[in-house]
């Protein structure tokens, strides 16, 4: 694939930030509670500075989920609350807020460099250099341009994480969020000698006995509203703690709503460790954007996926919820 004109001028600035030999050490985060495009970007990212001698930090807030270990590298990914260390530059992906990494270090203190690179609709410019493009799929995808403006032949191993980022951020390149360039690079990929049904089995086909007790209560708890536009379920803590499954066991279960026919907006409402502490998870068909449904209780994230957190019980978060999404539906 062909380097977009719009993304080398900041790659030429990322260029000269990596290639300078007075930058040697690197923090490098993605977003906490980490899913496959945050690791596999991450993973991507590490690599490409081992290759020119840097030394790298690799952090997240959060474990990352069993379903990701597979990939190289992952367990070079410390989960740190803290640091105090000082770097000559911090990479951060898929953070459009600061706060979104966990606030690992201040960048502005601990770092000569700040470097953001995100693909999200909703955008600030914190760092100092800011590579966004909410065109792209994933931010695997624009780690992948990095490669090649940089003239370092992607390895293998670096190939199987940019894949599984891109794979698990399209949804198997089914999400609206896939494009022309997905597909291009995914296909680039594979000829490098990344196995599609070996990352599909792990990421996708490998679930725990309680996984899918967790998946059984779920679908149960589906509910279209009266119009049958909308569809959701929920899970309770209470509901975590009897199928003894893990808060990463129920990252595919907001898609199962969204399979009911005529079906325009689908959400998964999760109840969080505090109180009275509703996590959504919005999901919706290629014309109706439900980022700004979720930017109204201070979400956010792209026109056909996104999330927040909003407080109250779990009833009264669904109620709140779904009329909101319905008066968007109107509009």
């Avoid at 993605?30 to 030394?55: E, F, I, N, Q």
């Avoid at 700040?114 to 966004?132: E, G, K, L, P, S």
């Avoid at 409402?269 to 979720?294: H, W």
């Avoid at 056909?304 to 509009?331: D, F, H, P, R």
């Amino acid at each position: 694939m062909n380097i977009p004109k719009k993304y080398k001028n900041q790659l030429a600035v990322l260029k000269n930030v990596l290639r300078n030999p007075k930058n040697k050490s690197f923090f490098v985060a993605g977003h906490h509670k980490p899913d496959g495009d945050t690791v596999g970007g991450s993973l991507a990212v590490y690599s490409l500075l081992r290759r020119l001698k840097k030394d790298v930090f690799l952090c997240n807030y959060d474990s990352i989920p069993e379903f990701l270990k597979f990939l190289p590298f992952s367990e070079k990914i410390k989960s740190v609350r803290k640091t105090d260390k000082k770097f000559d530059a911090a990479i951060i992906l898929e953070c459009s807020e600061l706060s979104r990494f966990g606030n690992i270090i201040n960048p502005q203190t601990q770092s000569k460099i700040t470097i953001n690179i995100d693909h999200h609709v909703f955008q600030r410019d914190w760092a100092d250099i800011n590579w966004a493009d909410p065109s792209s799929s994933s931010v695997s995808e624009m780690i992948y341009y990095l490669f090649k403006f940089l003239k370092l032949p992607l390895t293998k191993r670096e190939a199987i994480s940019l894949y599984t980022g891109i794979v698990t951020d399209t949804h198997n390149f089914t999400n609206a969020n896939t494009n022309f360039q997905s597909h291009a690079i995914a296909a680039e990929l594979i000829d490098m000698g990344v196995e599609p049904s070996f990352v599909e089995k792990e990421v996708y086909k490998t679930k725990s006995l309680n996984a899918l007790r967790l998946l059984s209560l779920a679908l149960k708890n589906i509910k279209p509203d009266r119009t049958g536009k909308i569809a959701y379920t929920n899970i309770t803590n209470s509901v975590l703690r009897e199928t003894k499954a893990t808060p990463e066991d129920t990252e595919e279960i907001v898609n199962y709503p969204g399979m009911l026919p005529g079906v325009l907006v689908w959400m998964l409402f999760k109840e969080t460790n505090l109180r009275n502490s509703v996590k959504v998870s919005f999901r919706s068909v290629k014309n109706v954007d439900v980022n700004k449904v979720a930017r109204i209780f201070s979400g956010g994230g792209h026109k056909n996926a996104s999330g927040c957190t909003v407080e109250g019980t779990m009833k009264n978060v669904i109620a709140k919820v779904v009329k909101t999404v319905q008066k968007e539906l109107k509009k």
